[in-house]
Structure formats: structure tokens, C-alpha cells
């Protein structure tokens, strides 16, 4: 009854059947190695392992351990199925009483041998012993019938002595099948080896990778968290400005009413008055009596001299009436519509770290303040050209140019606010697409202008050599004609040793030192003027050049070293 119990012991706990080739798990249980490789294929898909007995967790798929004690057990104490008697043969052929189980085979004599029959059994070397279930037949020579004893390496196969002697392997590079076996197991430990580390690297690759999608999950989730509260906030102020707007709208359209129904309360009074004299005037003319005609009064002082004036006698209000106050109110809403989307525009531009509280922001910065103001010293023929190149330009403030990094050639890194270029040696390694320039260190604006008056500013690095200007969207992006100014779709400013403008390969040279690292470009898109001011204190005037404008225009940066930067309003 003991032996009965100690067998449940032996029982897989997954199968519910003896252990067949017991592996041990890091918990200690053990489990049938197919059992266990099932289970452990299905908890794959979750990407949790754990004991099916305890249930304790592994994070990754644990390692297999052959329990050896376990299997001697079992092959010790459980006897061997008839079947598999039958099935194998493999046993002791001394033993003819009772089937005792084969340890070793000689593949000289041809038998199987027990523990015993093998202590006893010749140890010369034509006796070679092997395992008991590799086939004797495929360890013989199939044409000699001889044992298999050498490896040719020129046919890759495996002969007996007489292969190698006077068979068709005669004369070929031969070796013993040990030695051969130790090479082959070497080669493919190497492999082994490499393959392993190839594992480890596409593991660690794909770590990476999973690392760098959450990241991205993460960081697009805080833009579209922090574009969600920005939009709403520009909807809330934009809604805010309607109400305000509107309300406005409807004060002055009372005050209006008001005033105009005064004015016409006053006129139907007049006009009633007229009326009578008219009535009496008609009178007059119709009576026949010349004596009571002439007793009248003067019909000069019928009409009162005062009210040919008509402002004084109503008070001012005798005339048209004008809409200055709504299209000054109209002026102003656009202006604050201006500046929420000038506010949008930047904030979309910012780094998350940089976003503020629109609310906290009290006094929100003025696009016109801060401007130069043109002046003209005696003696200076640029004056007068200073004055009418840039009158009126800034009146819609600086225009806010972001650049397109779609357009920037691989030796430019564009920063992070899209506003400065810098040359770099470091290759960016972006995609080459029709609309990047190429051959030269250039990179375009995203906005284009087609209309309109606009100036934008750039401060340049003390040591850069930039060129800096305008071009038409379909410039070409590589070759000679791709660089600006040297070409008829663009017009730039250049420094190098000394300042240039150039169009269409024709330079001018700029006669005047420039000391000043800031200069400002001014475009008046319907006049055909686009114009270089050197920031310095007058603000100096230094071309114009002048054409019939027939694209939109974009700006446009080239830097041979150094950096160029677009400058922000609050930095004028």
C-alpha cells in the first residue's frame, strides 16, 4: 500500500500521469517536459509566466532544469511497458531468461549489453561500444559492412577502413569520426556563440524600440493635452471678444438711434412750421385786395435768417450721419484678433516647458512698440529714400516667419522654435524630397506673402557669412541657379568679406560699413519694393531693390557658418 502512495508521487500534476522526462521548475515542482512546454507556449501570449502548481510568477520564460535524480527513480522502480519491450529490442542479448534493459552495443559483435554482460565483455579496441539506441546497421558501411571509423571532408560523409583504402574515398582527405565530431561541434559552438549574441542585440534593440514608442505615446499625448487647453482657451477669449465686440456694437447702434431720432423729432417740427408759412404765403398771393397784401409783413421776415444756418437752431445735428466710432471699434477688434492668433502661433511653437497661462499673462506684449524711428541727418543722401522706402510698413507690426524644416538642406539645424539656422558639419540625415535645397546651406520660410506690407528682422553670429532675403516657392533646389541671388526668382543680402546685394548674378556692393549684427528686410508686395535696413541707432538705409512681384514671396536663409536668428517681437 506504501509503494502505491510513493507512485502518486510520480504522477505529473498537468497530465496526471507518470513523469516522463521530469524538468524542474525554480519553485521546485516538478513536470513532465511536454506538459510544461505547453503551458508555458499559452501563458506566452500574456507575457506572464508562472508555476502551474504554485502559481509563483517568472518575468520571463523560466529555464528547464532535467531533474536526473527524479528520472532514476523511475527508471529503477517502474517497470517497462511489454510495448515498449517489443517496440525497442534494445535489451541485454546474454540475458535470454528474463529482458534486462541495454546500457551499452558493441558495433564489432553486434549485441546489446546489461551492466553486467559489459564488465565482462572484451576492451580491445576493434570493440567499439556505443549507445544502445543508435541502429547498428547505420553504423556499418552499407557497401563493406564494415564499422564507421572515419570522416571524408571532401565528400562530407562518413567511411569505414576500406572507403579509404581501396573504395571510392581513395586518396581523399580523411579523419577519425571523434576528431571530426570535436571540429563540427566547435564550429557550431562559434555559431552558437554569435547567435546567441544576436539574440541579446535584437532583445536589447527591441527594447529600445518598445522605449522609445512609449515616449512617443507620452509626449504625443502631452502636445495634444496642451494644444487641447490652448485651443480652448483661444476659443474662450475669442468668444469673450465677441461678446464684448457685440455688446459694443449694440451701445453705439442705441446712441446712434437715439440721436437720429431726436434729429428727425426736430425736423418734423420744422417741417410742420415751414408748412404753415407756406399755407399763409399761398394765401396772401391768392387775395385780390392790393391793400391788405401790402399791410402784411415783409415776406422776407417770414423765413428766419437763423434757420438757413439749420446746425444752430437743431443743435448741431442737421447732418449725415457717419460710422467713425464703429469702424475705430473695428480696427481695434481686428488688432486684438491679431494678437490671440499672434498668441496662438507662438504658443504652438514653444516647448511644453515653456507654455504660460494666457490668464496670468496681464499686460500681453504690443507688436508696434519698440519699432525704430526713422530719422534723416543733414547731409544724408539715404534720408529722404530711408523715409518713402519704409513709410507705412509698420503698421501691421513684424511679421512672424517660422522656417521650414522641410525645405533646410542636411548641413542647416533648424532649432526648436523654428527660428534660428545653423550651419553644422554633422549630416541631419533628412530625407532627400523635391523641396529641399540641395548643393547650398539654404532653408526657406513656411509663410509666403502675396499682398500687403511686412518687415521681419535677423541677427546673425559675430564670426557667420549668411545671405539673407526673398524668393519665389519654385526656386530650383539644386545646381548653380539654386542658390539665392544668383538666379531671376530671388534677391538677397550677403555678407562675406564685405556686404552685397545681389539679383540675378549681378552684385552691388554695399559702400558703407556695417557695424551693426541686426538687419531688417521690408517687403511692400504691390508697390515691388523689398528693402535692407541696417539696425543701428538711426536706423540705416542700405538698398531697395526694385520689381514687378508675380509669386508669393517666402523668406529665405543661407549660412556658410555661424547661425542666423529670426528675432521675436519682445527682442526689438
Not at 502505491?4 to 507518470?18: A, G, M, N, P, Q
Not at 501570449?45 to 510568477?57: A, H, M, N, V, Y
Not at 523511475?74 to 515498449?84: D, F, M, S, T, Y
Not at 417770414?302 to 469702424?327: F, I, S, V, Y
Request: hydrophobic share 30%; glycine share 4%; with cysteine.
Amino acid at each position: 500500500m506504501a509503494y502505491v502512495d510513493f507512485r502518486k508521487e510520480l504522477d505529473c500534476s498537468i497530465c496526471l500521469s507518470t513523469y516522463t522526462d521530469p524538468v524542474m521548475l525554480r519553485c521546485g515542482h516538478n513536470f513532465c517536459r511536454d506538459c510544461i512546454d505547453c503551458a508555458l507556449d499559452t501563458q506566452d501570449k500574456s507575457g506572464l509566466f508562472f508555476c502551474p502548481q504554485c502559481r509563483e510568477p517568472f518575468y520571463k520564460r523560466p529555464t528547464l532544469k532535467r531533474n536526473i535524480t527524479l528520472c532514476n527513480i523511475i527508471e529503477q522502480l517502474l517497470p517497462i511497458p511489454e510495448a515498449q519491450k517489443e517496440d525497442t529490442g534494445n535489451f541485454c542479448t546474454n540475458c535470454i531468461h528474463s529482458p534486462v534493459p541495454a546500457v551499452r552495443s558493441c558495433l564489432h559483435c553486434e549485441v546489446f549489453l546489461c551492466e553486467n554482460h559489459l564488465k565482462v565483455h572484451s576492451k580491445s579496441p576493434e570493440h567499439v561500444l556505443s549507445d544502445p539506441s543508435t541502429s547498428l546497421e547505420k553504423m556499418k558501411c552499407s557497401v563493406h559492412k564494415k564499422i564507421l571509423e572515419y570522416y571524408c571532408t571532401e565528400d562530407a560523409a562518413c567511411i569505414c577502413v576500406s572507403c579509404s583504402l581501396a573504395g571510392e574515398h581513395w586518396g581523399h582527405r580523411v579523419e577519425i569520426l571523434d576528431e571530426a565530431s570535436e571540429k563540427k561541434k566547435k564550429k557550431l559552438r562559434n555559431v552558437l556563440q554569435k547567435l546567441t549574441t544576436k539574440r541579446k542585440e535584437t532583445e536589447e534593440r527591441v527594447r529600445s524600440l518598445e522605449e522609445r514608442w512609449r515616449t512617443a505615446q507620452e509626449k504625443a499625448a502631452g502636445e495634444a493635452e496642451r494644444v487641447t487647453a490652448l485651443c480652448t482657451d483661444i476659443r474662450r477669449r475669442v468668444d469673450d471678444l465677441e461678446k464684448k465686440v457685440l455688446s459694443e456694437i449694440s451701445r453705439q447702434e442705441k446712441e446712434e438711434s437715439l440721436s437720429l431720432s431726436a434729429l428727425i423729432h426736430q425736423l418734423e417740427i420744422k417741417k410742420d412750421e415751414l408748412s404753415r408759412k407756406m399755407r399763409h404765403i399761398e394765401e396772401l398771393c391768392n387775395m385780390t385786395d392790393p391793400l391788405t397784401v401790402l399791410q402784411e409783413p415783409d415776406t422776407g421776415d417770414l423765413c428766419d435768417p437763423e434757420e438757413d444756418g439749420g446746425d444752430e437752431e437743431t443743435g448741431g445735428h442737421d447732418k449725415q450721419p457717419h460710422d467713425g466710432d464703429l469702424a475705430w471699434f473695428k480696427g481695434n477688434f481686428h488688432a486684438e484678433l491679431s494678437n490671440i492668433m499672434s498668441y496662438l502661433h507662438s504658443s504652438l511653437s514653444r516647448q511644453p516647458k515653456q507654455i504660460k497661462d494666457f490668464d496670468n499673462e496681464q499686460n500681453p506684449p504690443s507688436y508696434t512698440e519698440g519699432l525704430p524711428v526713422l530719422t534723416s541727418k543733414d547731409g544724408d543722401n539715404h534720408g529722404k529714400d530711408r523715409i518713402a522706402g519704409i513709410s507705412g510698413i509698420y503698421v501691421e507690426g513684424p511679421a512672424d516667419i517660422l522656417l521650414d524644416v522641410n525645405t533646410a538642406a542636411n548641413n542647416v539645424h533648424i532649432s526648436d522654435d523654428l527660428k534660428t539656422a545653423t550651419w553644422t558639419q554633422t549630416d541631419e540625415e533628412r530625407p532627400e524630397t523635391a523641396e529641399r535645397f540641395q548643393d547650398y546651406n539654404q532653408v526657406m520660410s513656411c509663410r509666403g506673402f502675396s499682398s500687403g506690407r511686412h518687415y521681419w528682422d535677423v541677427e546673425s553670429s559675430e564670426v557667420a557669412e549668411w545671405m539673407v532675403g526673398m524668393c519665389y516657392p519654385n526656386i530650383d533646389r539644386r545646381g548653380d541657379q539654386s542658390l539665392v541671388g544668383y538666379n531671376k526668382k530671388s534677391w538677397c543680402l550677403q555678407k562675406e568679406n564685405n556686404y552685397l546685394v545681389i539679383y540675378d548674378s549681378t552684385e552691388i556692393r554695399i559702400p558703407d560699413k556695417i557695424s551693426s549684427d541686426r538687419v531688417r528686410i521690408c517687403l511692400d508686395y504691390e508697390a515691388g519694393q523689398l528693402s535692407f535696413y541696417e539696425l543701428c541707432d538711426p536706423i540705416r538705409h542700405l538698398h531697395t531693390f526694385t520689381s514687378t512681384f508675380t509669386e508669393p514671396l517666402h523668406s529665405v536663409l543661407c549660412v556658410g557658418n555661424g547661425s542666423i536668428k529670426i528675432l521675436r517681437e519682445h527682442q526689438l
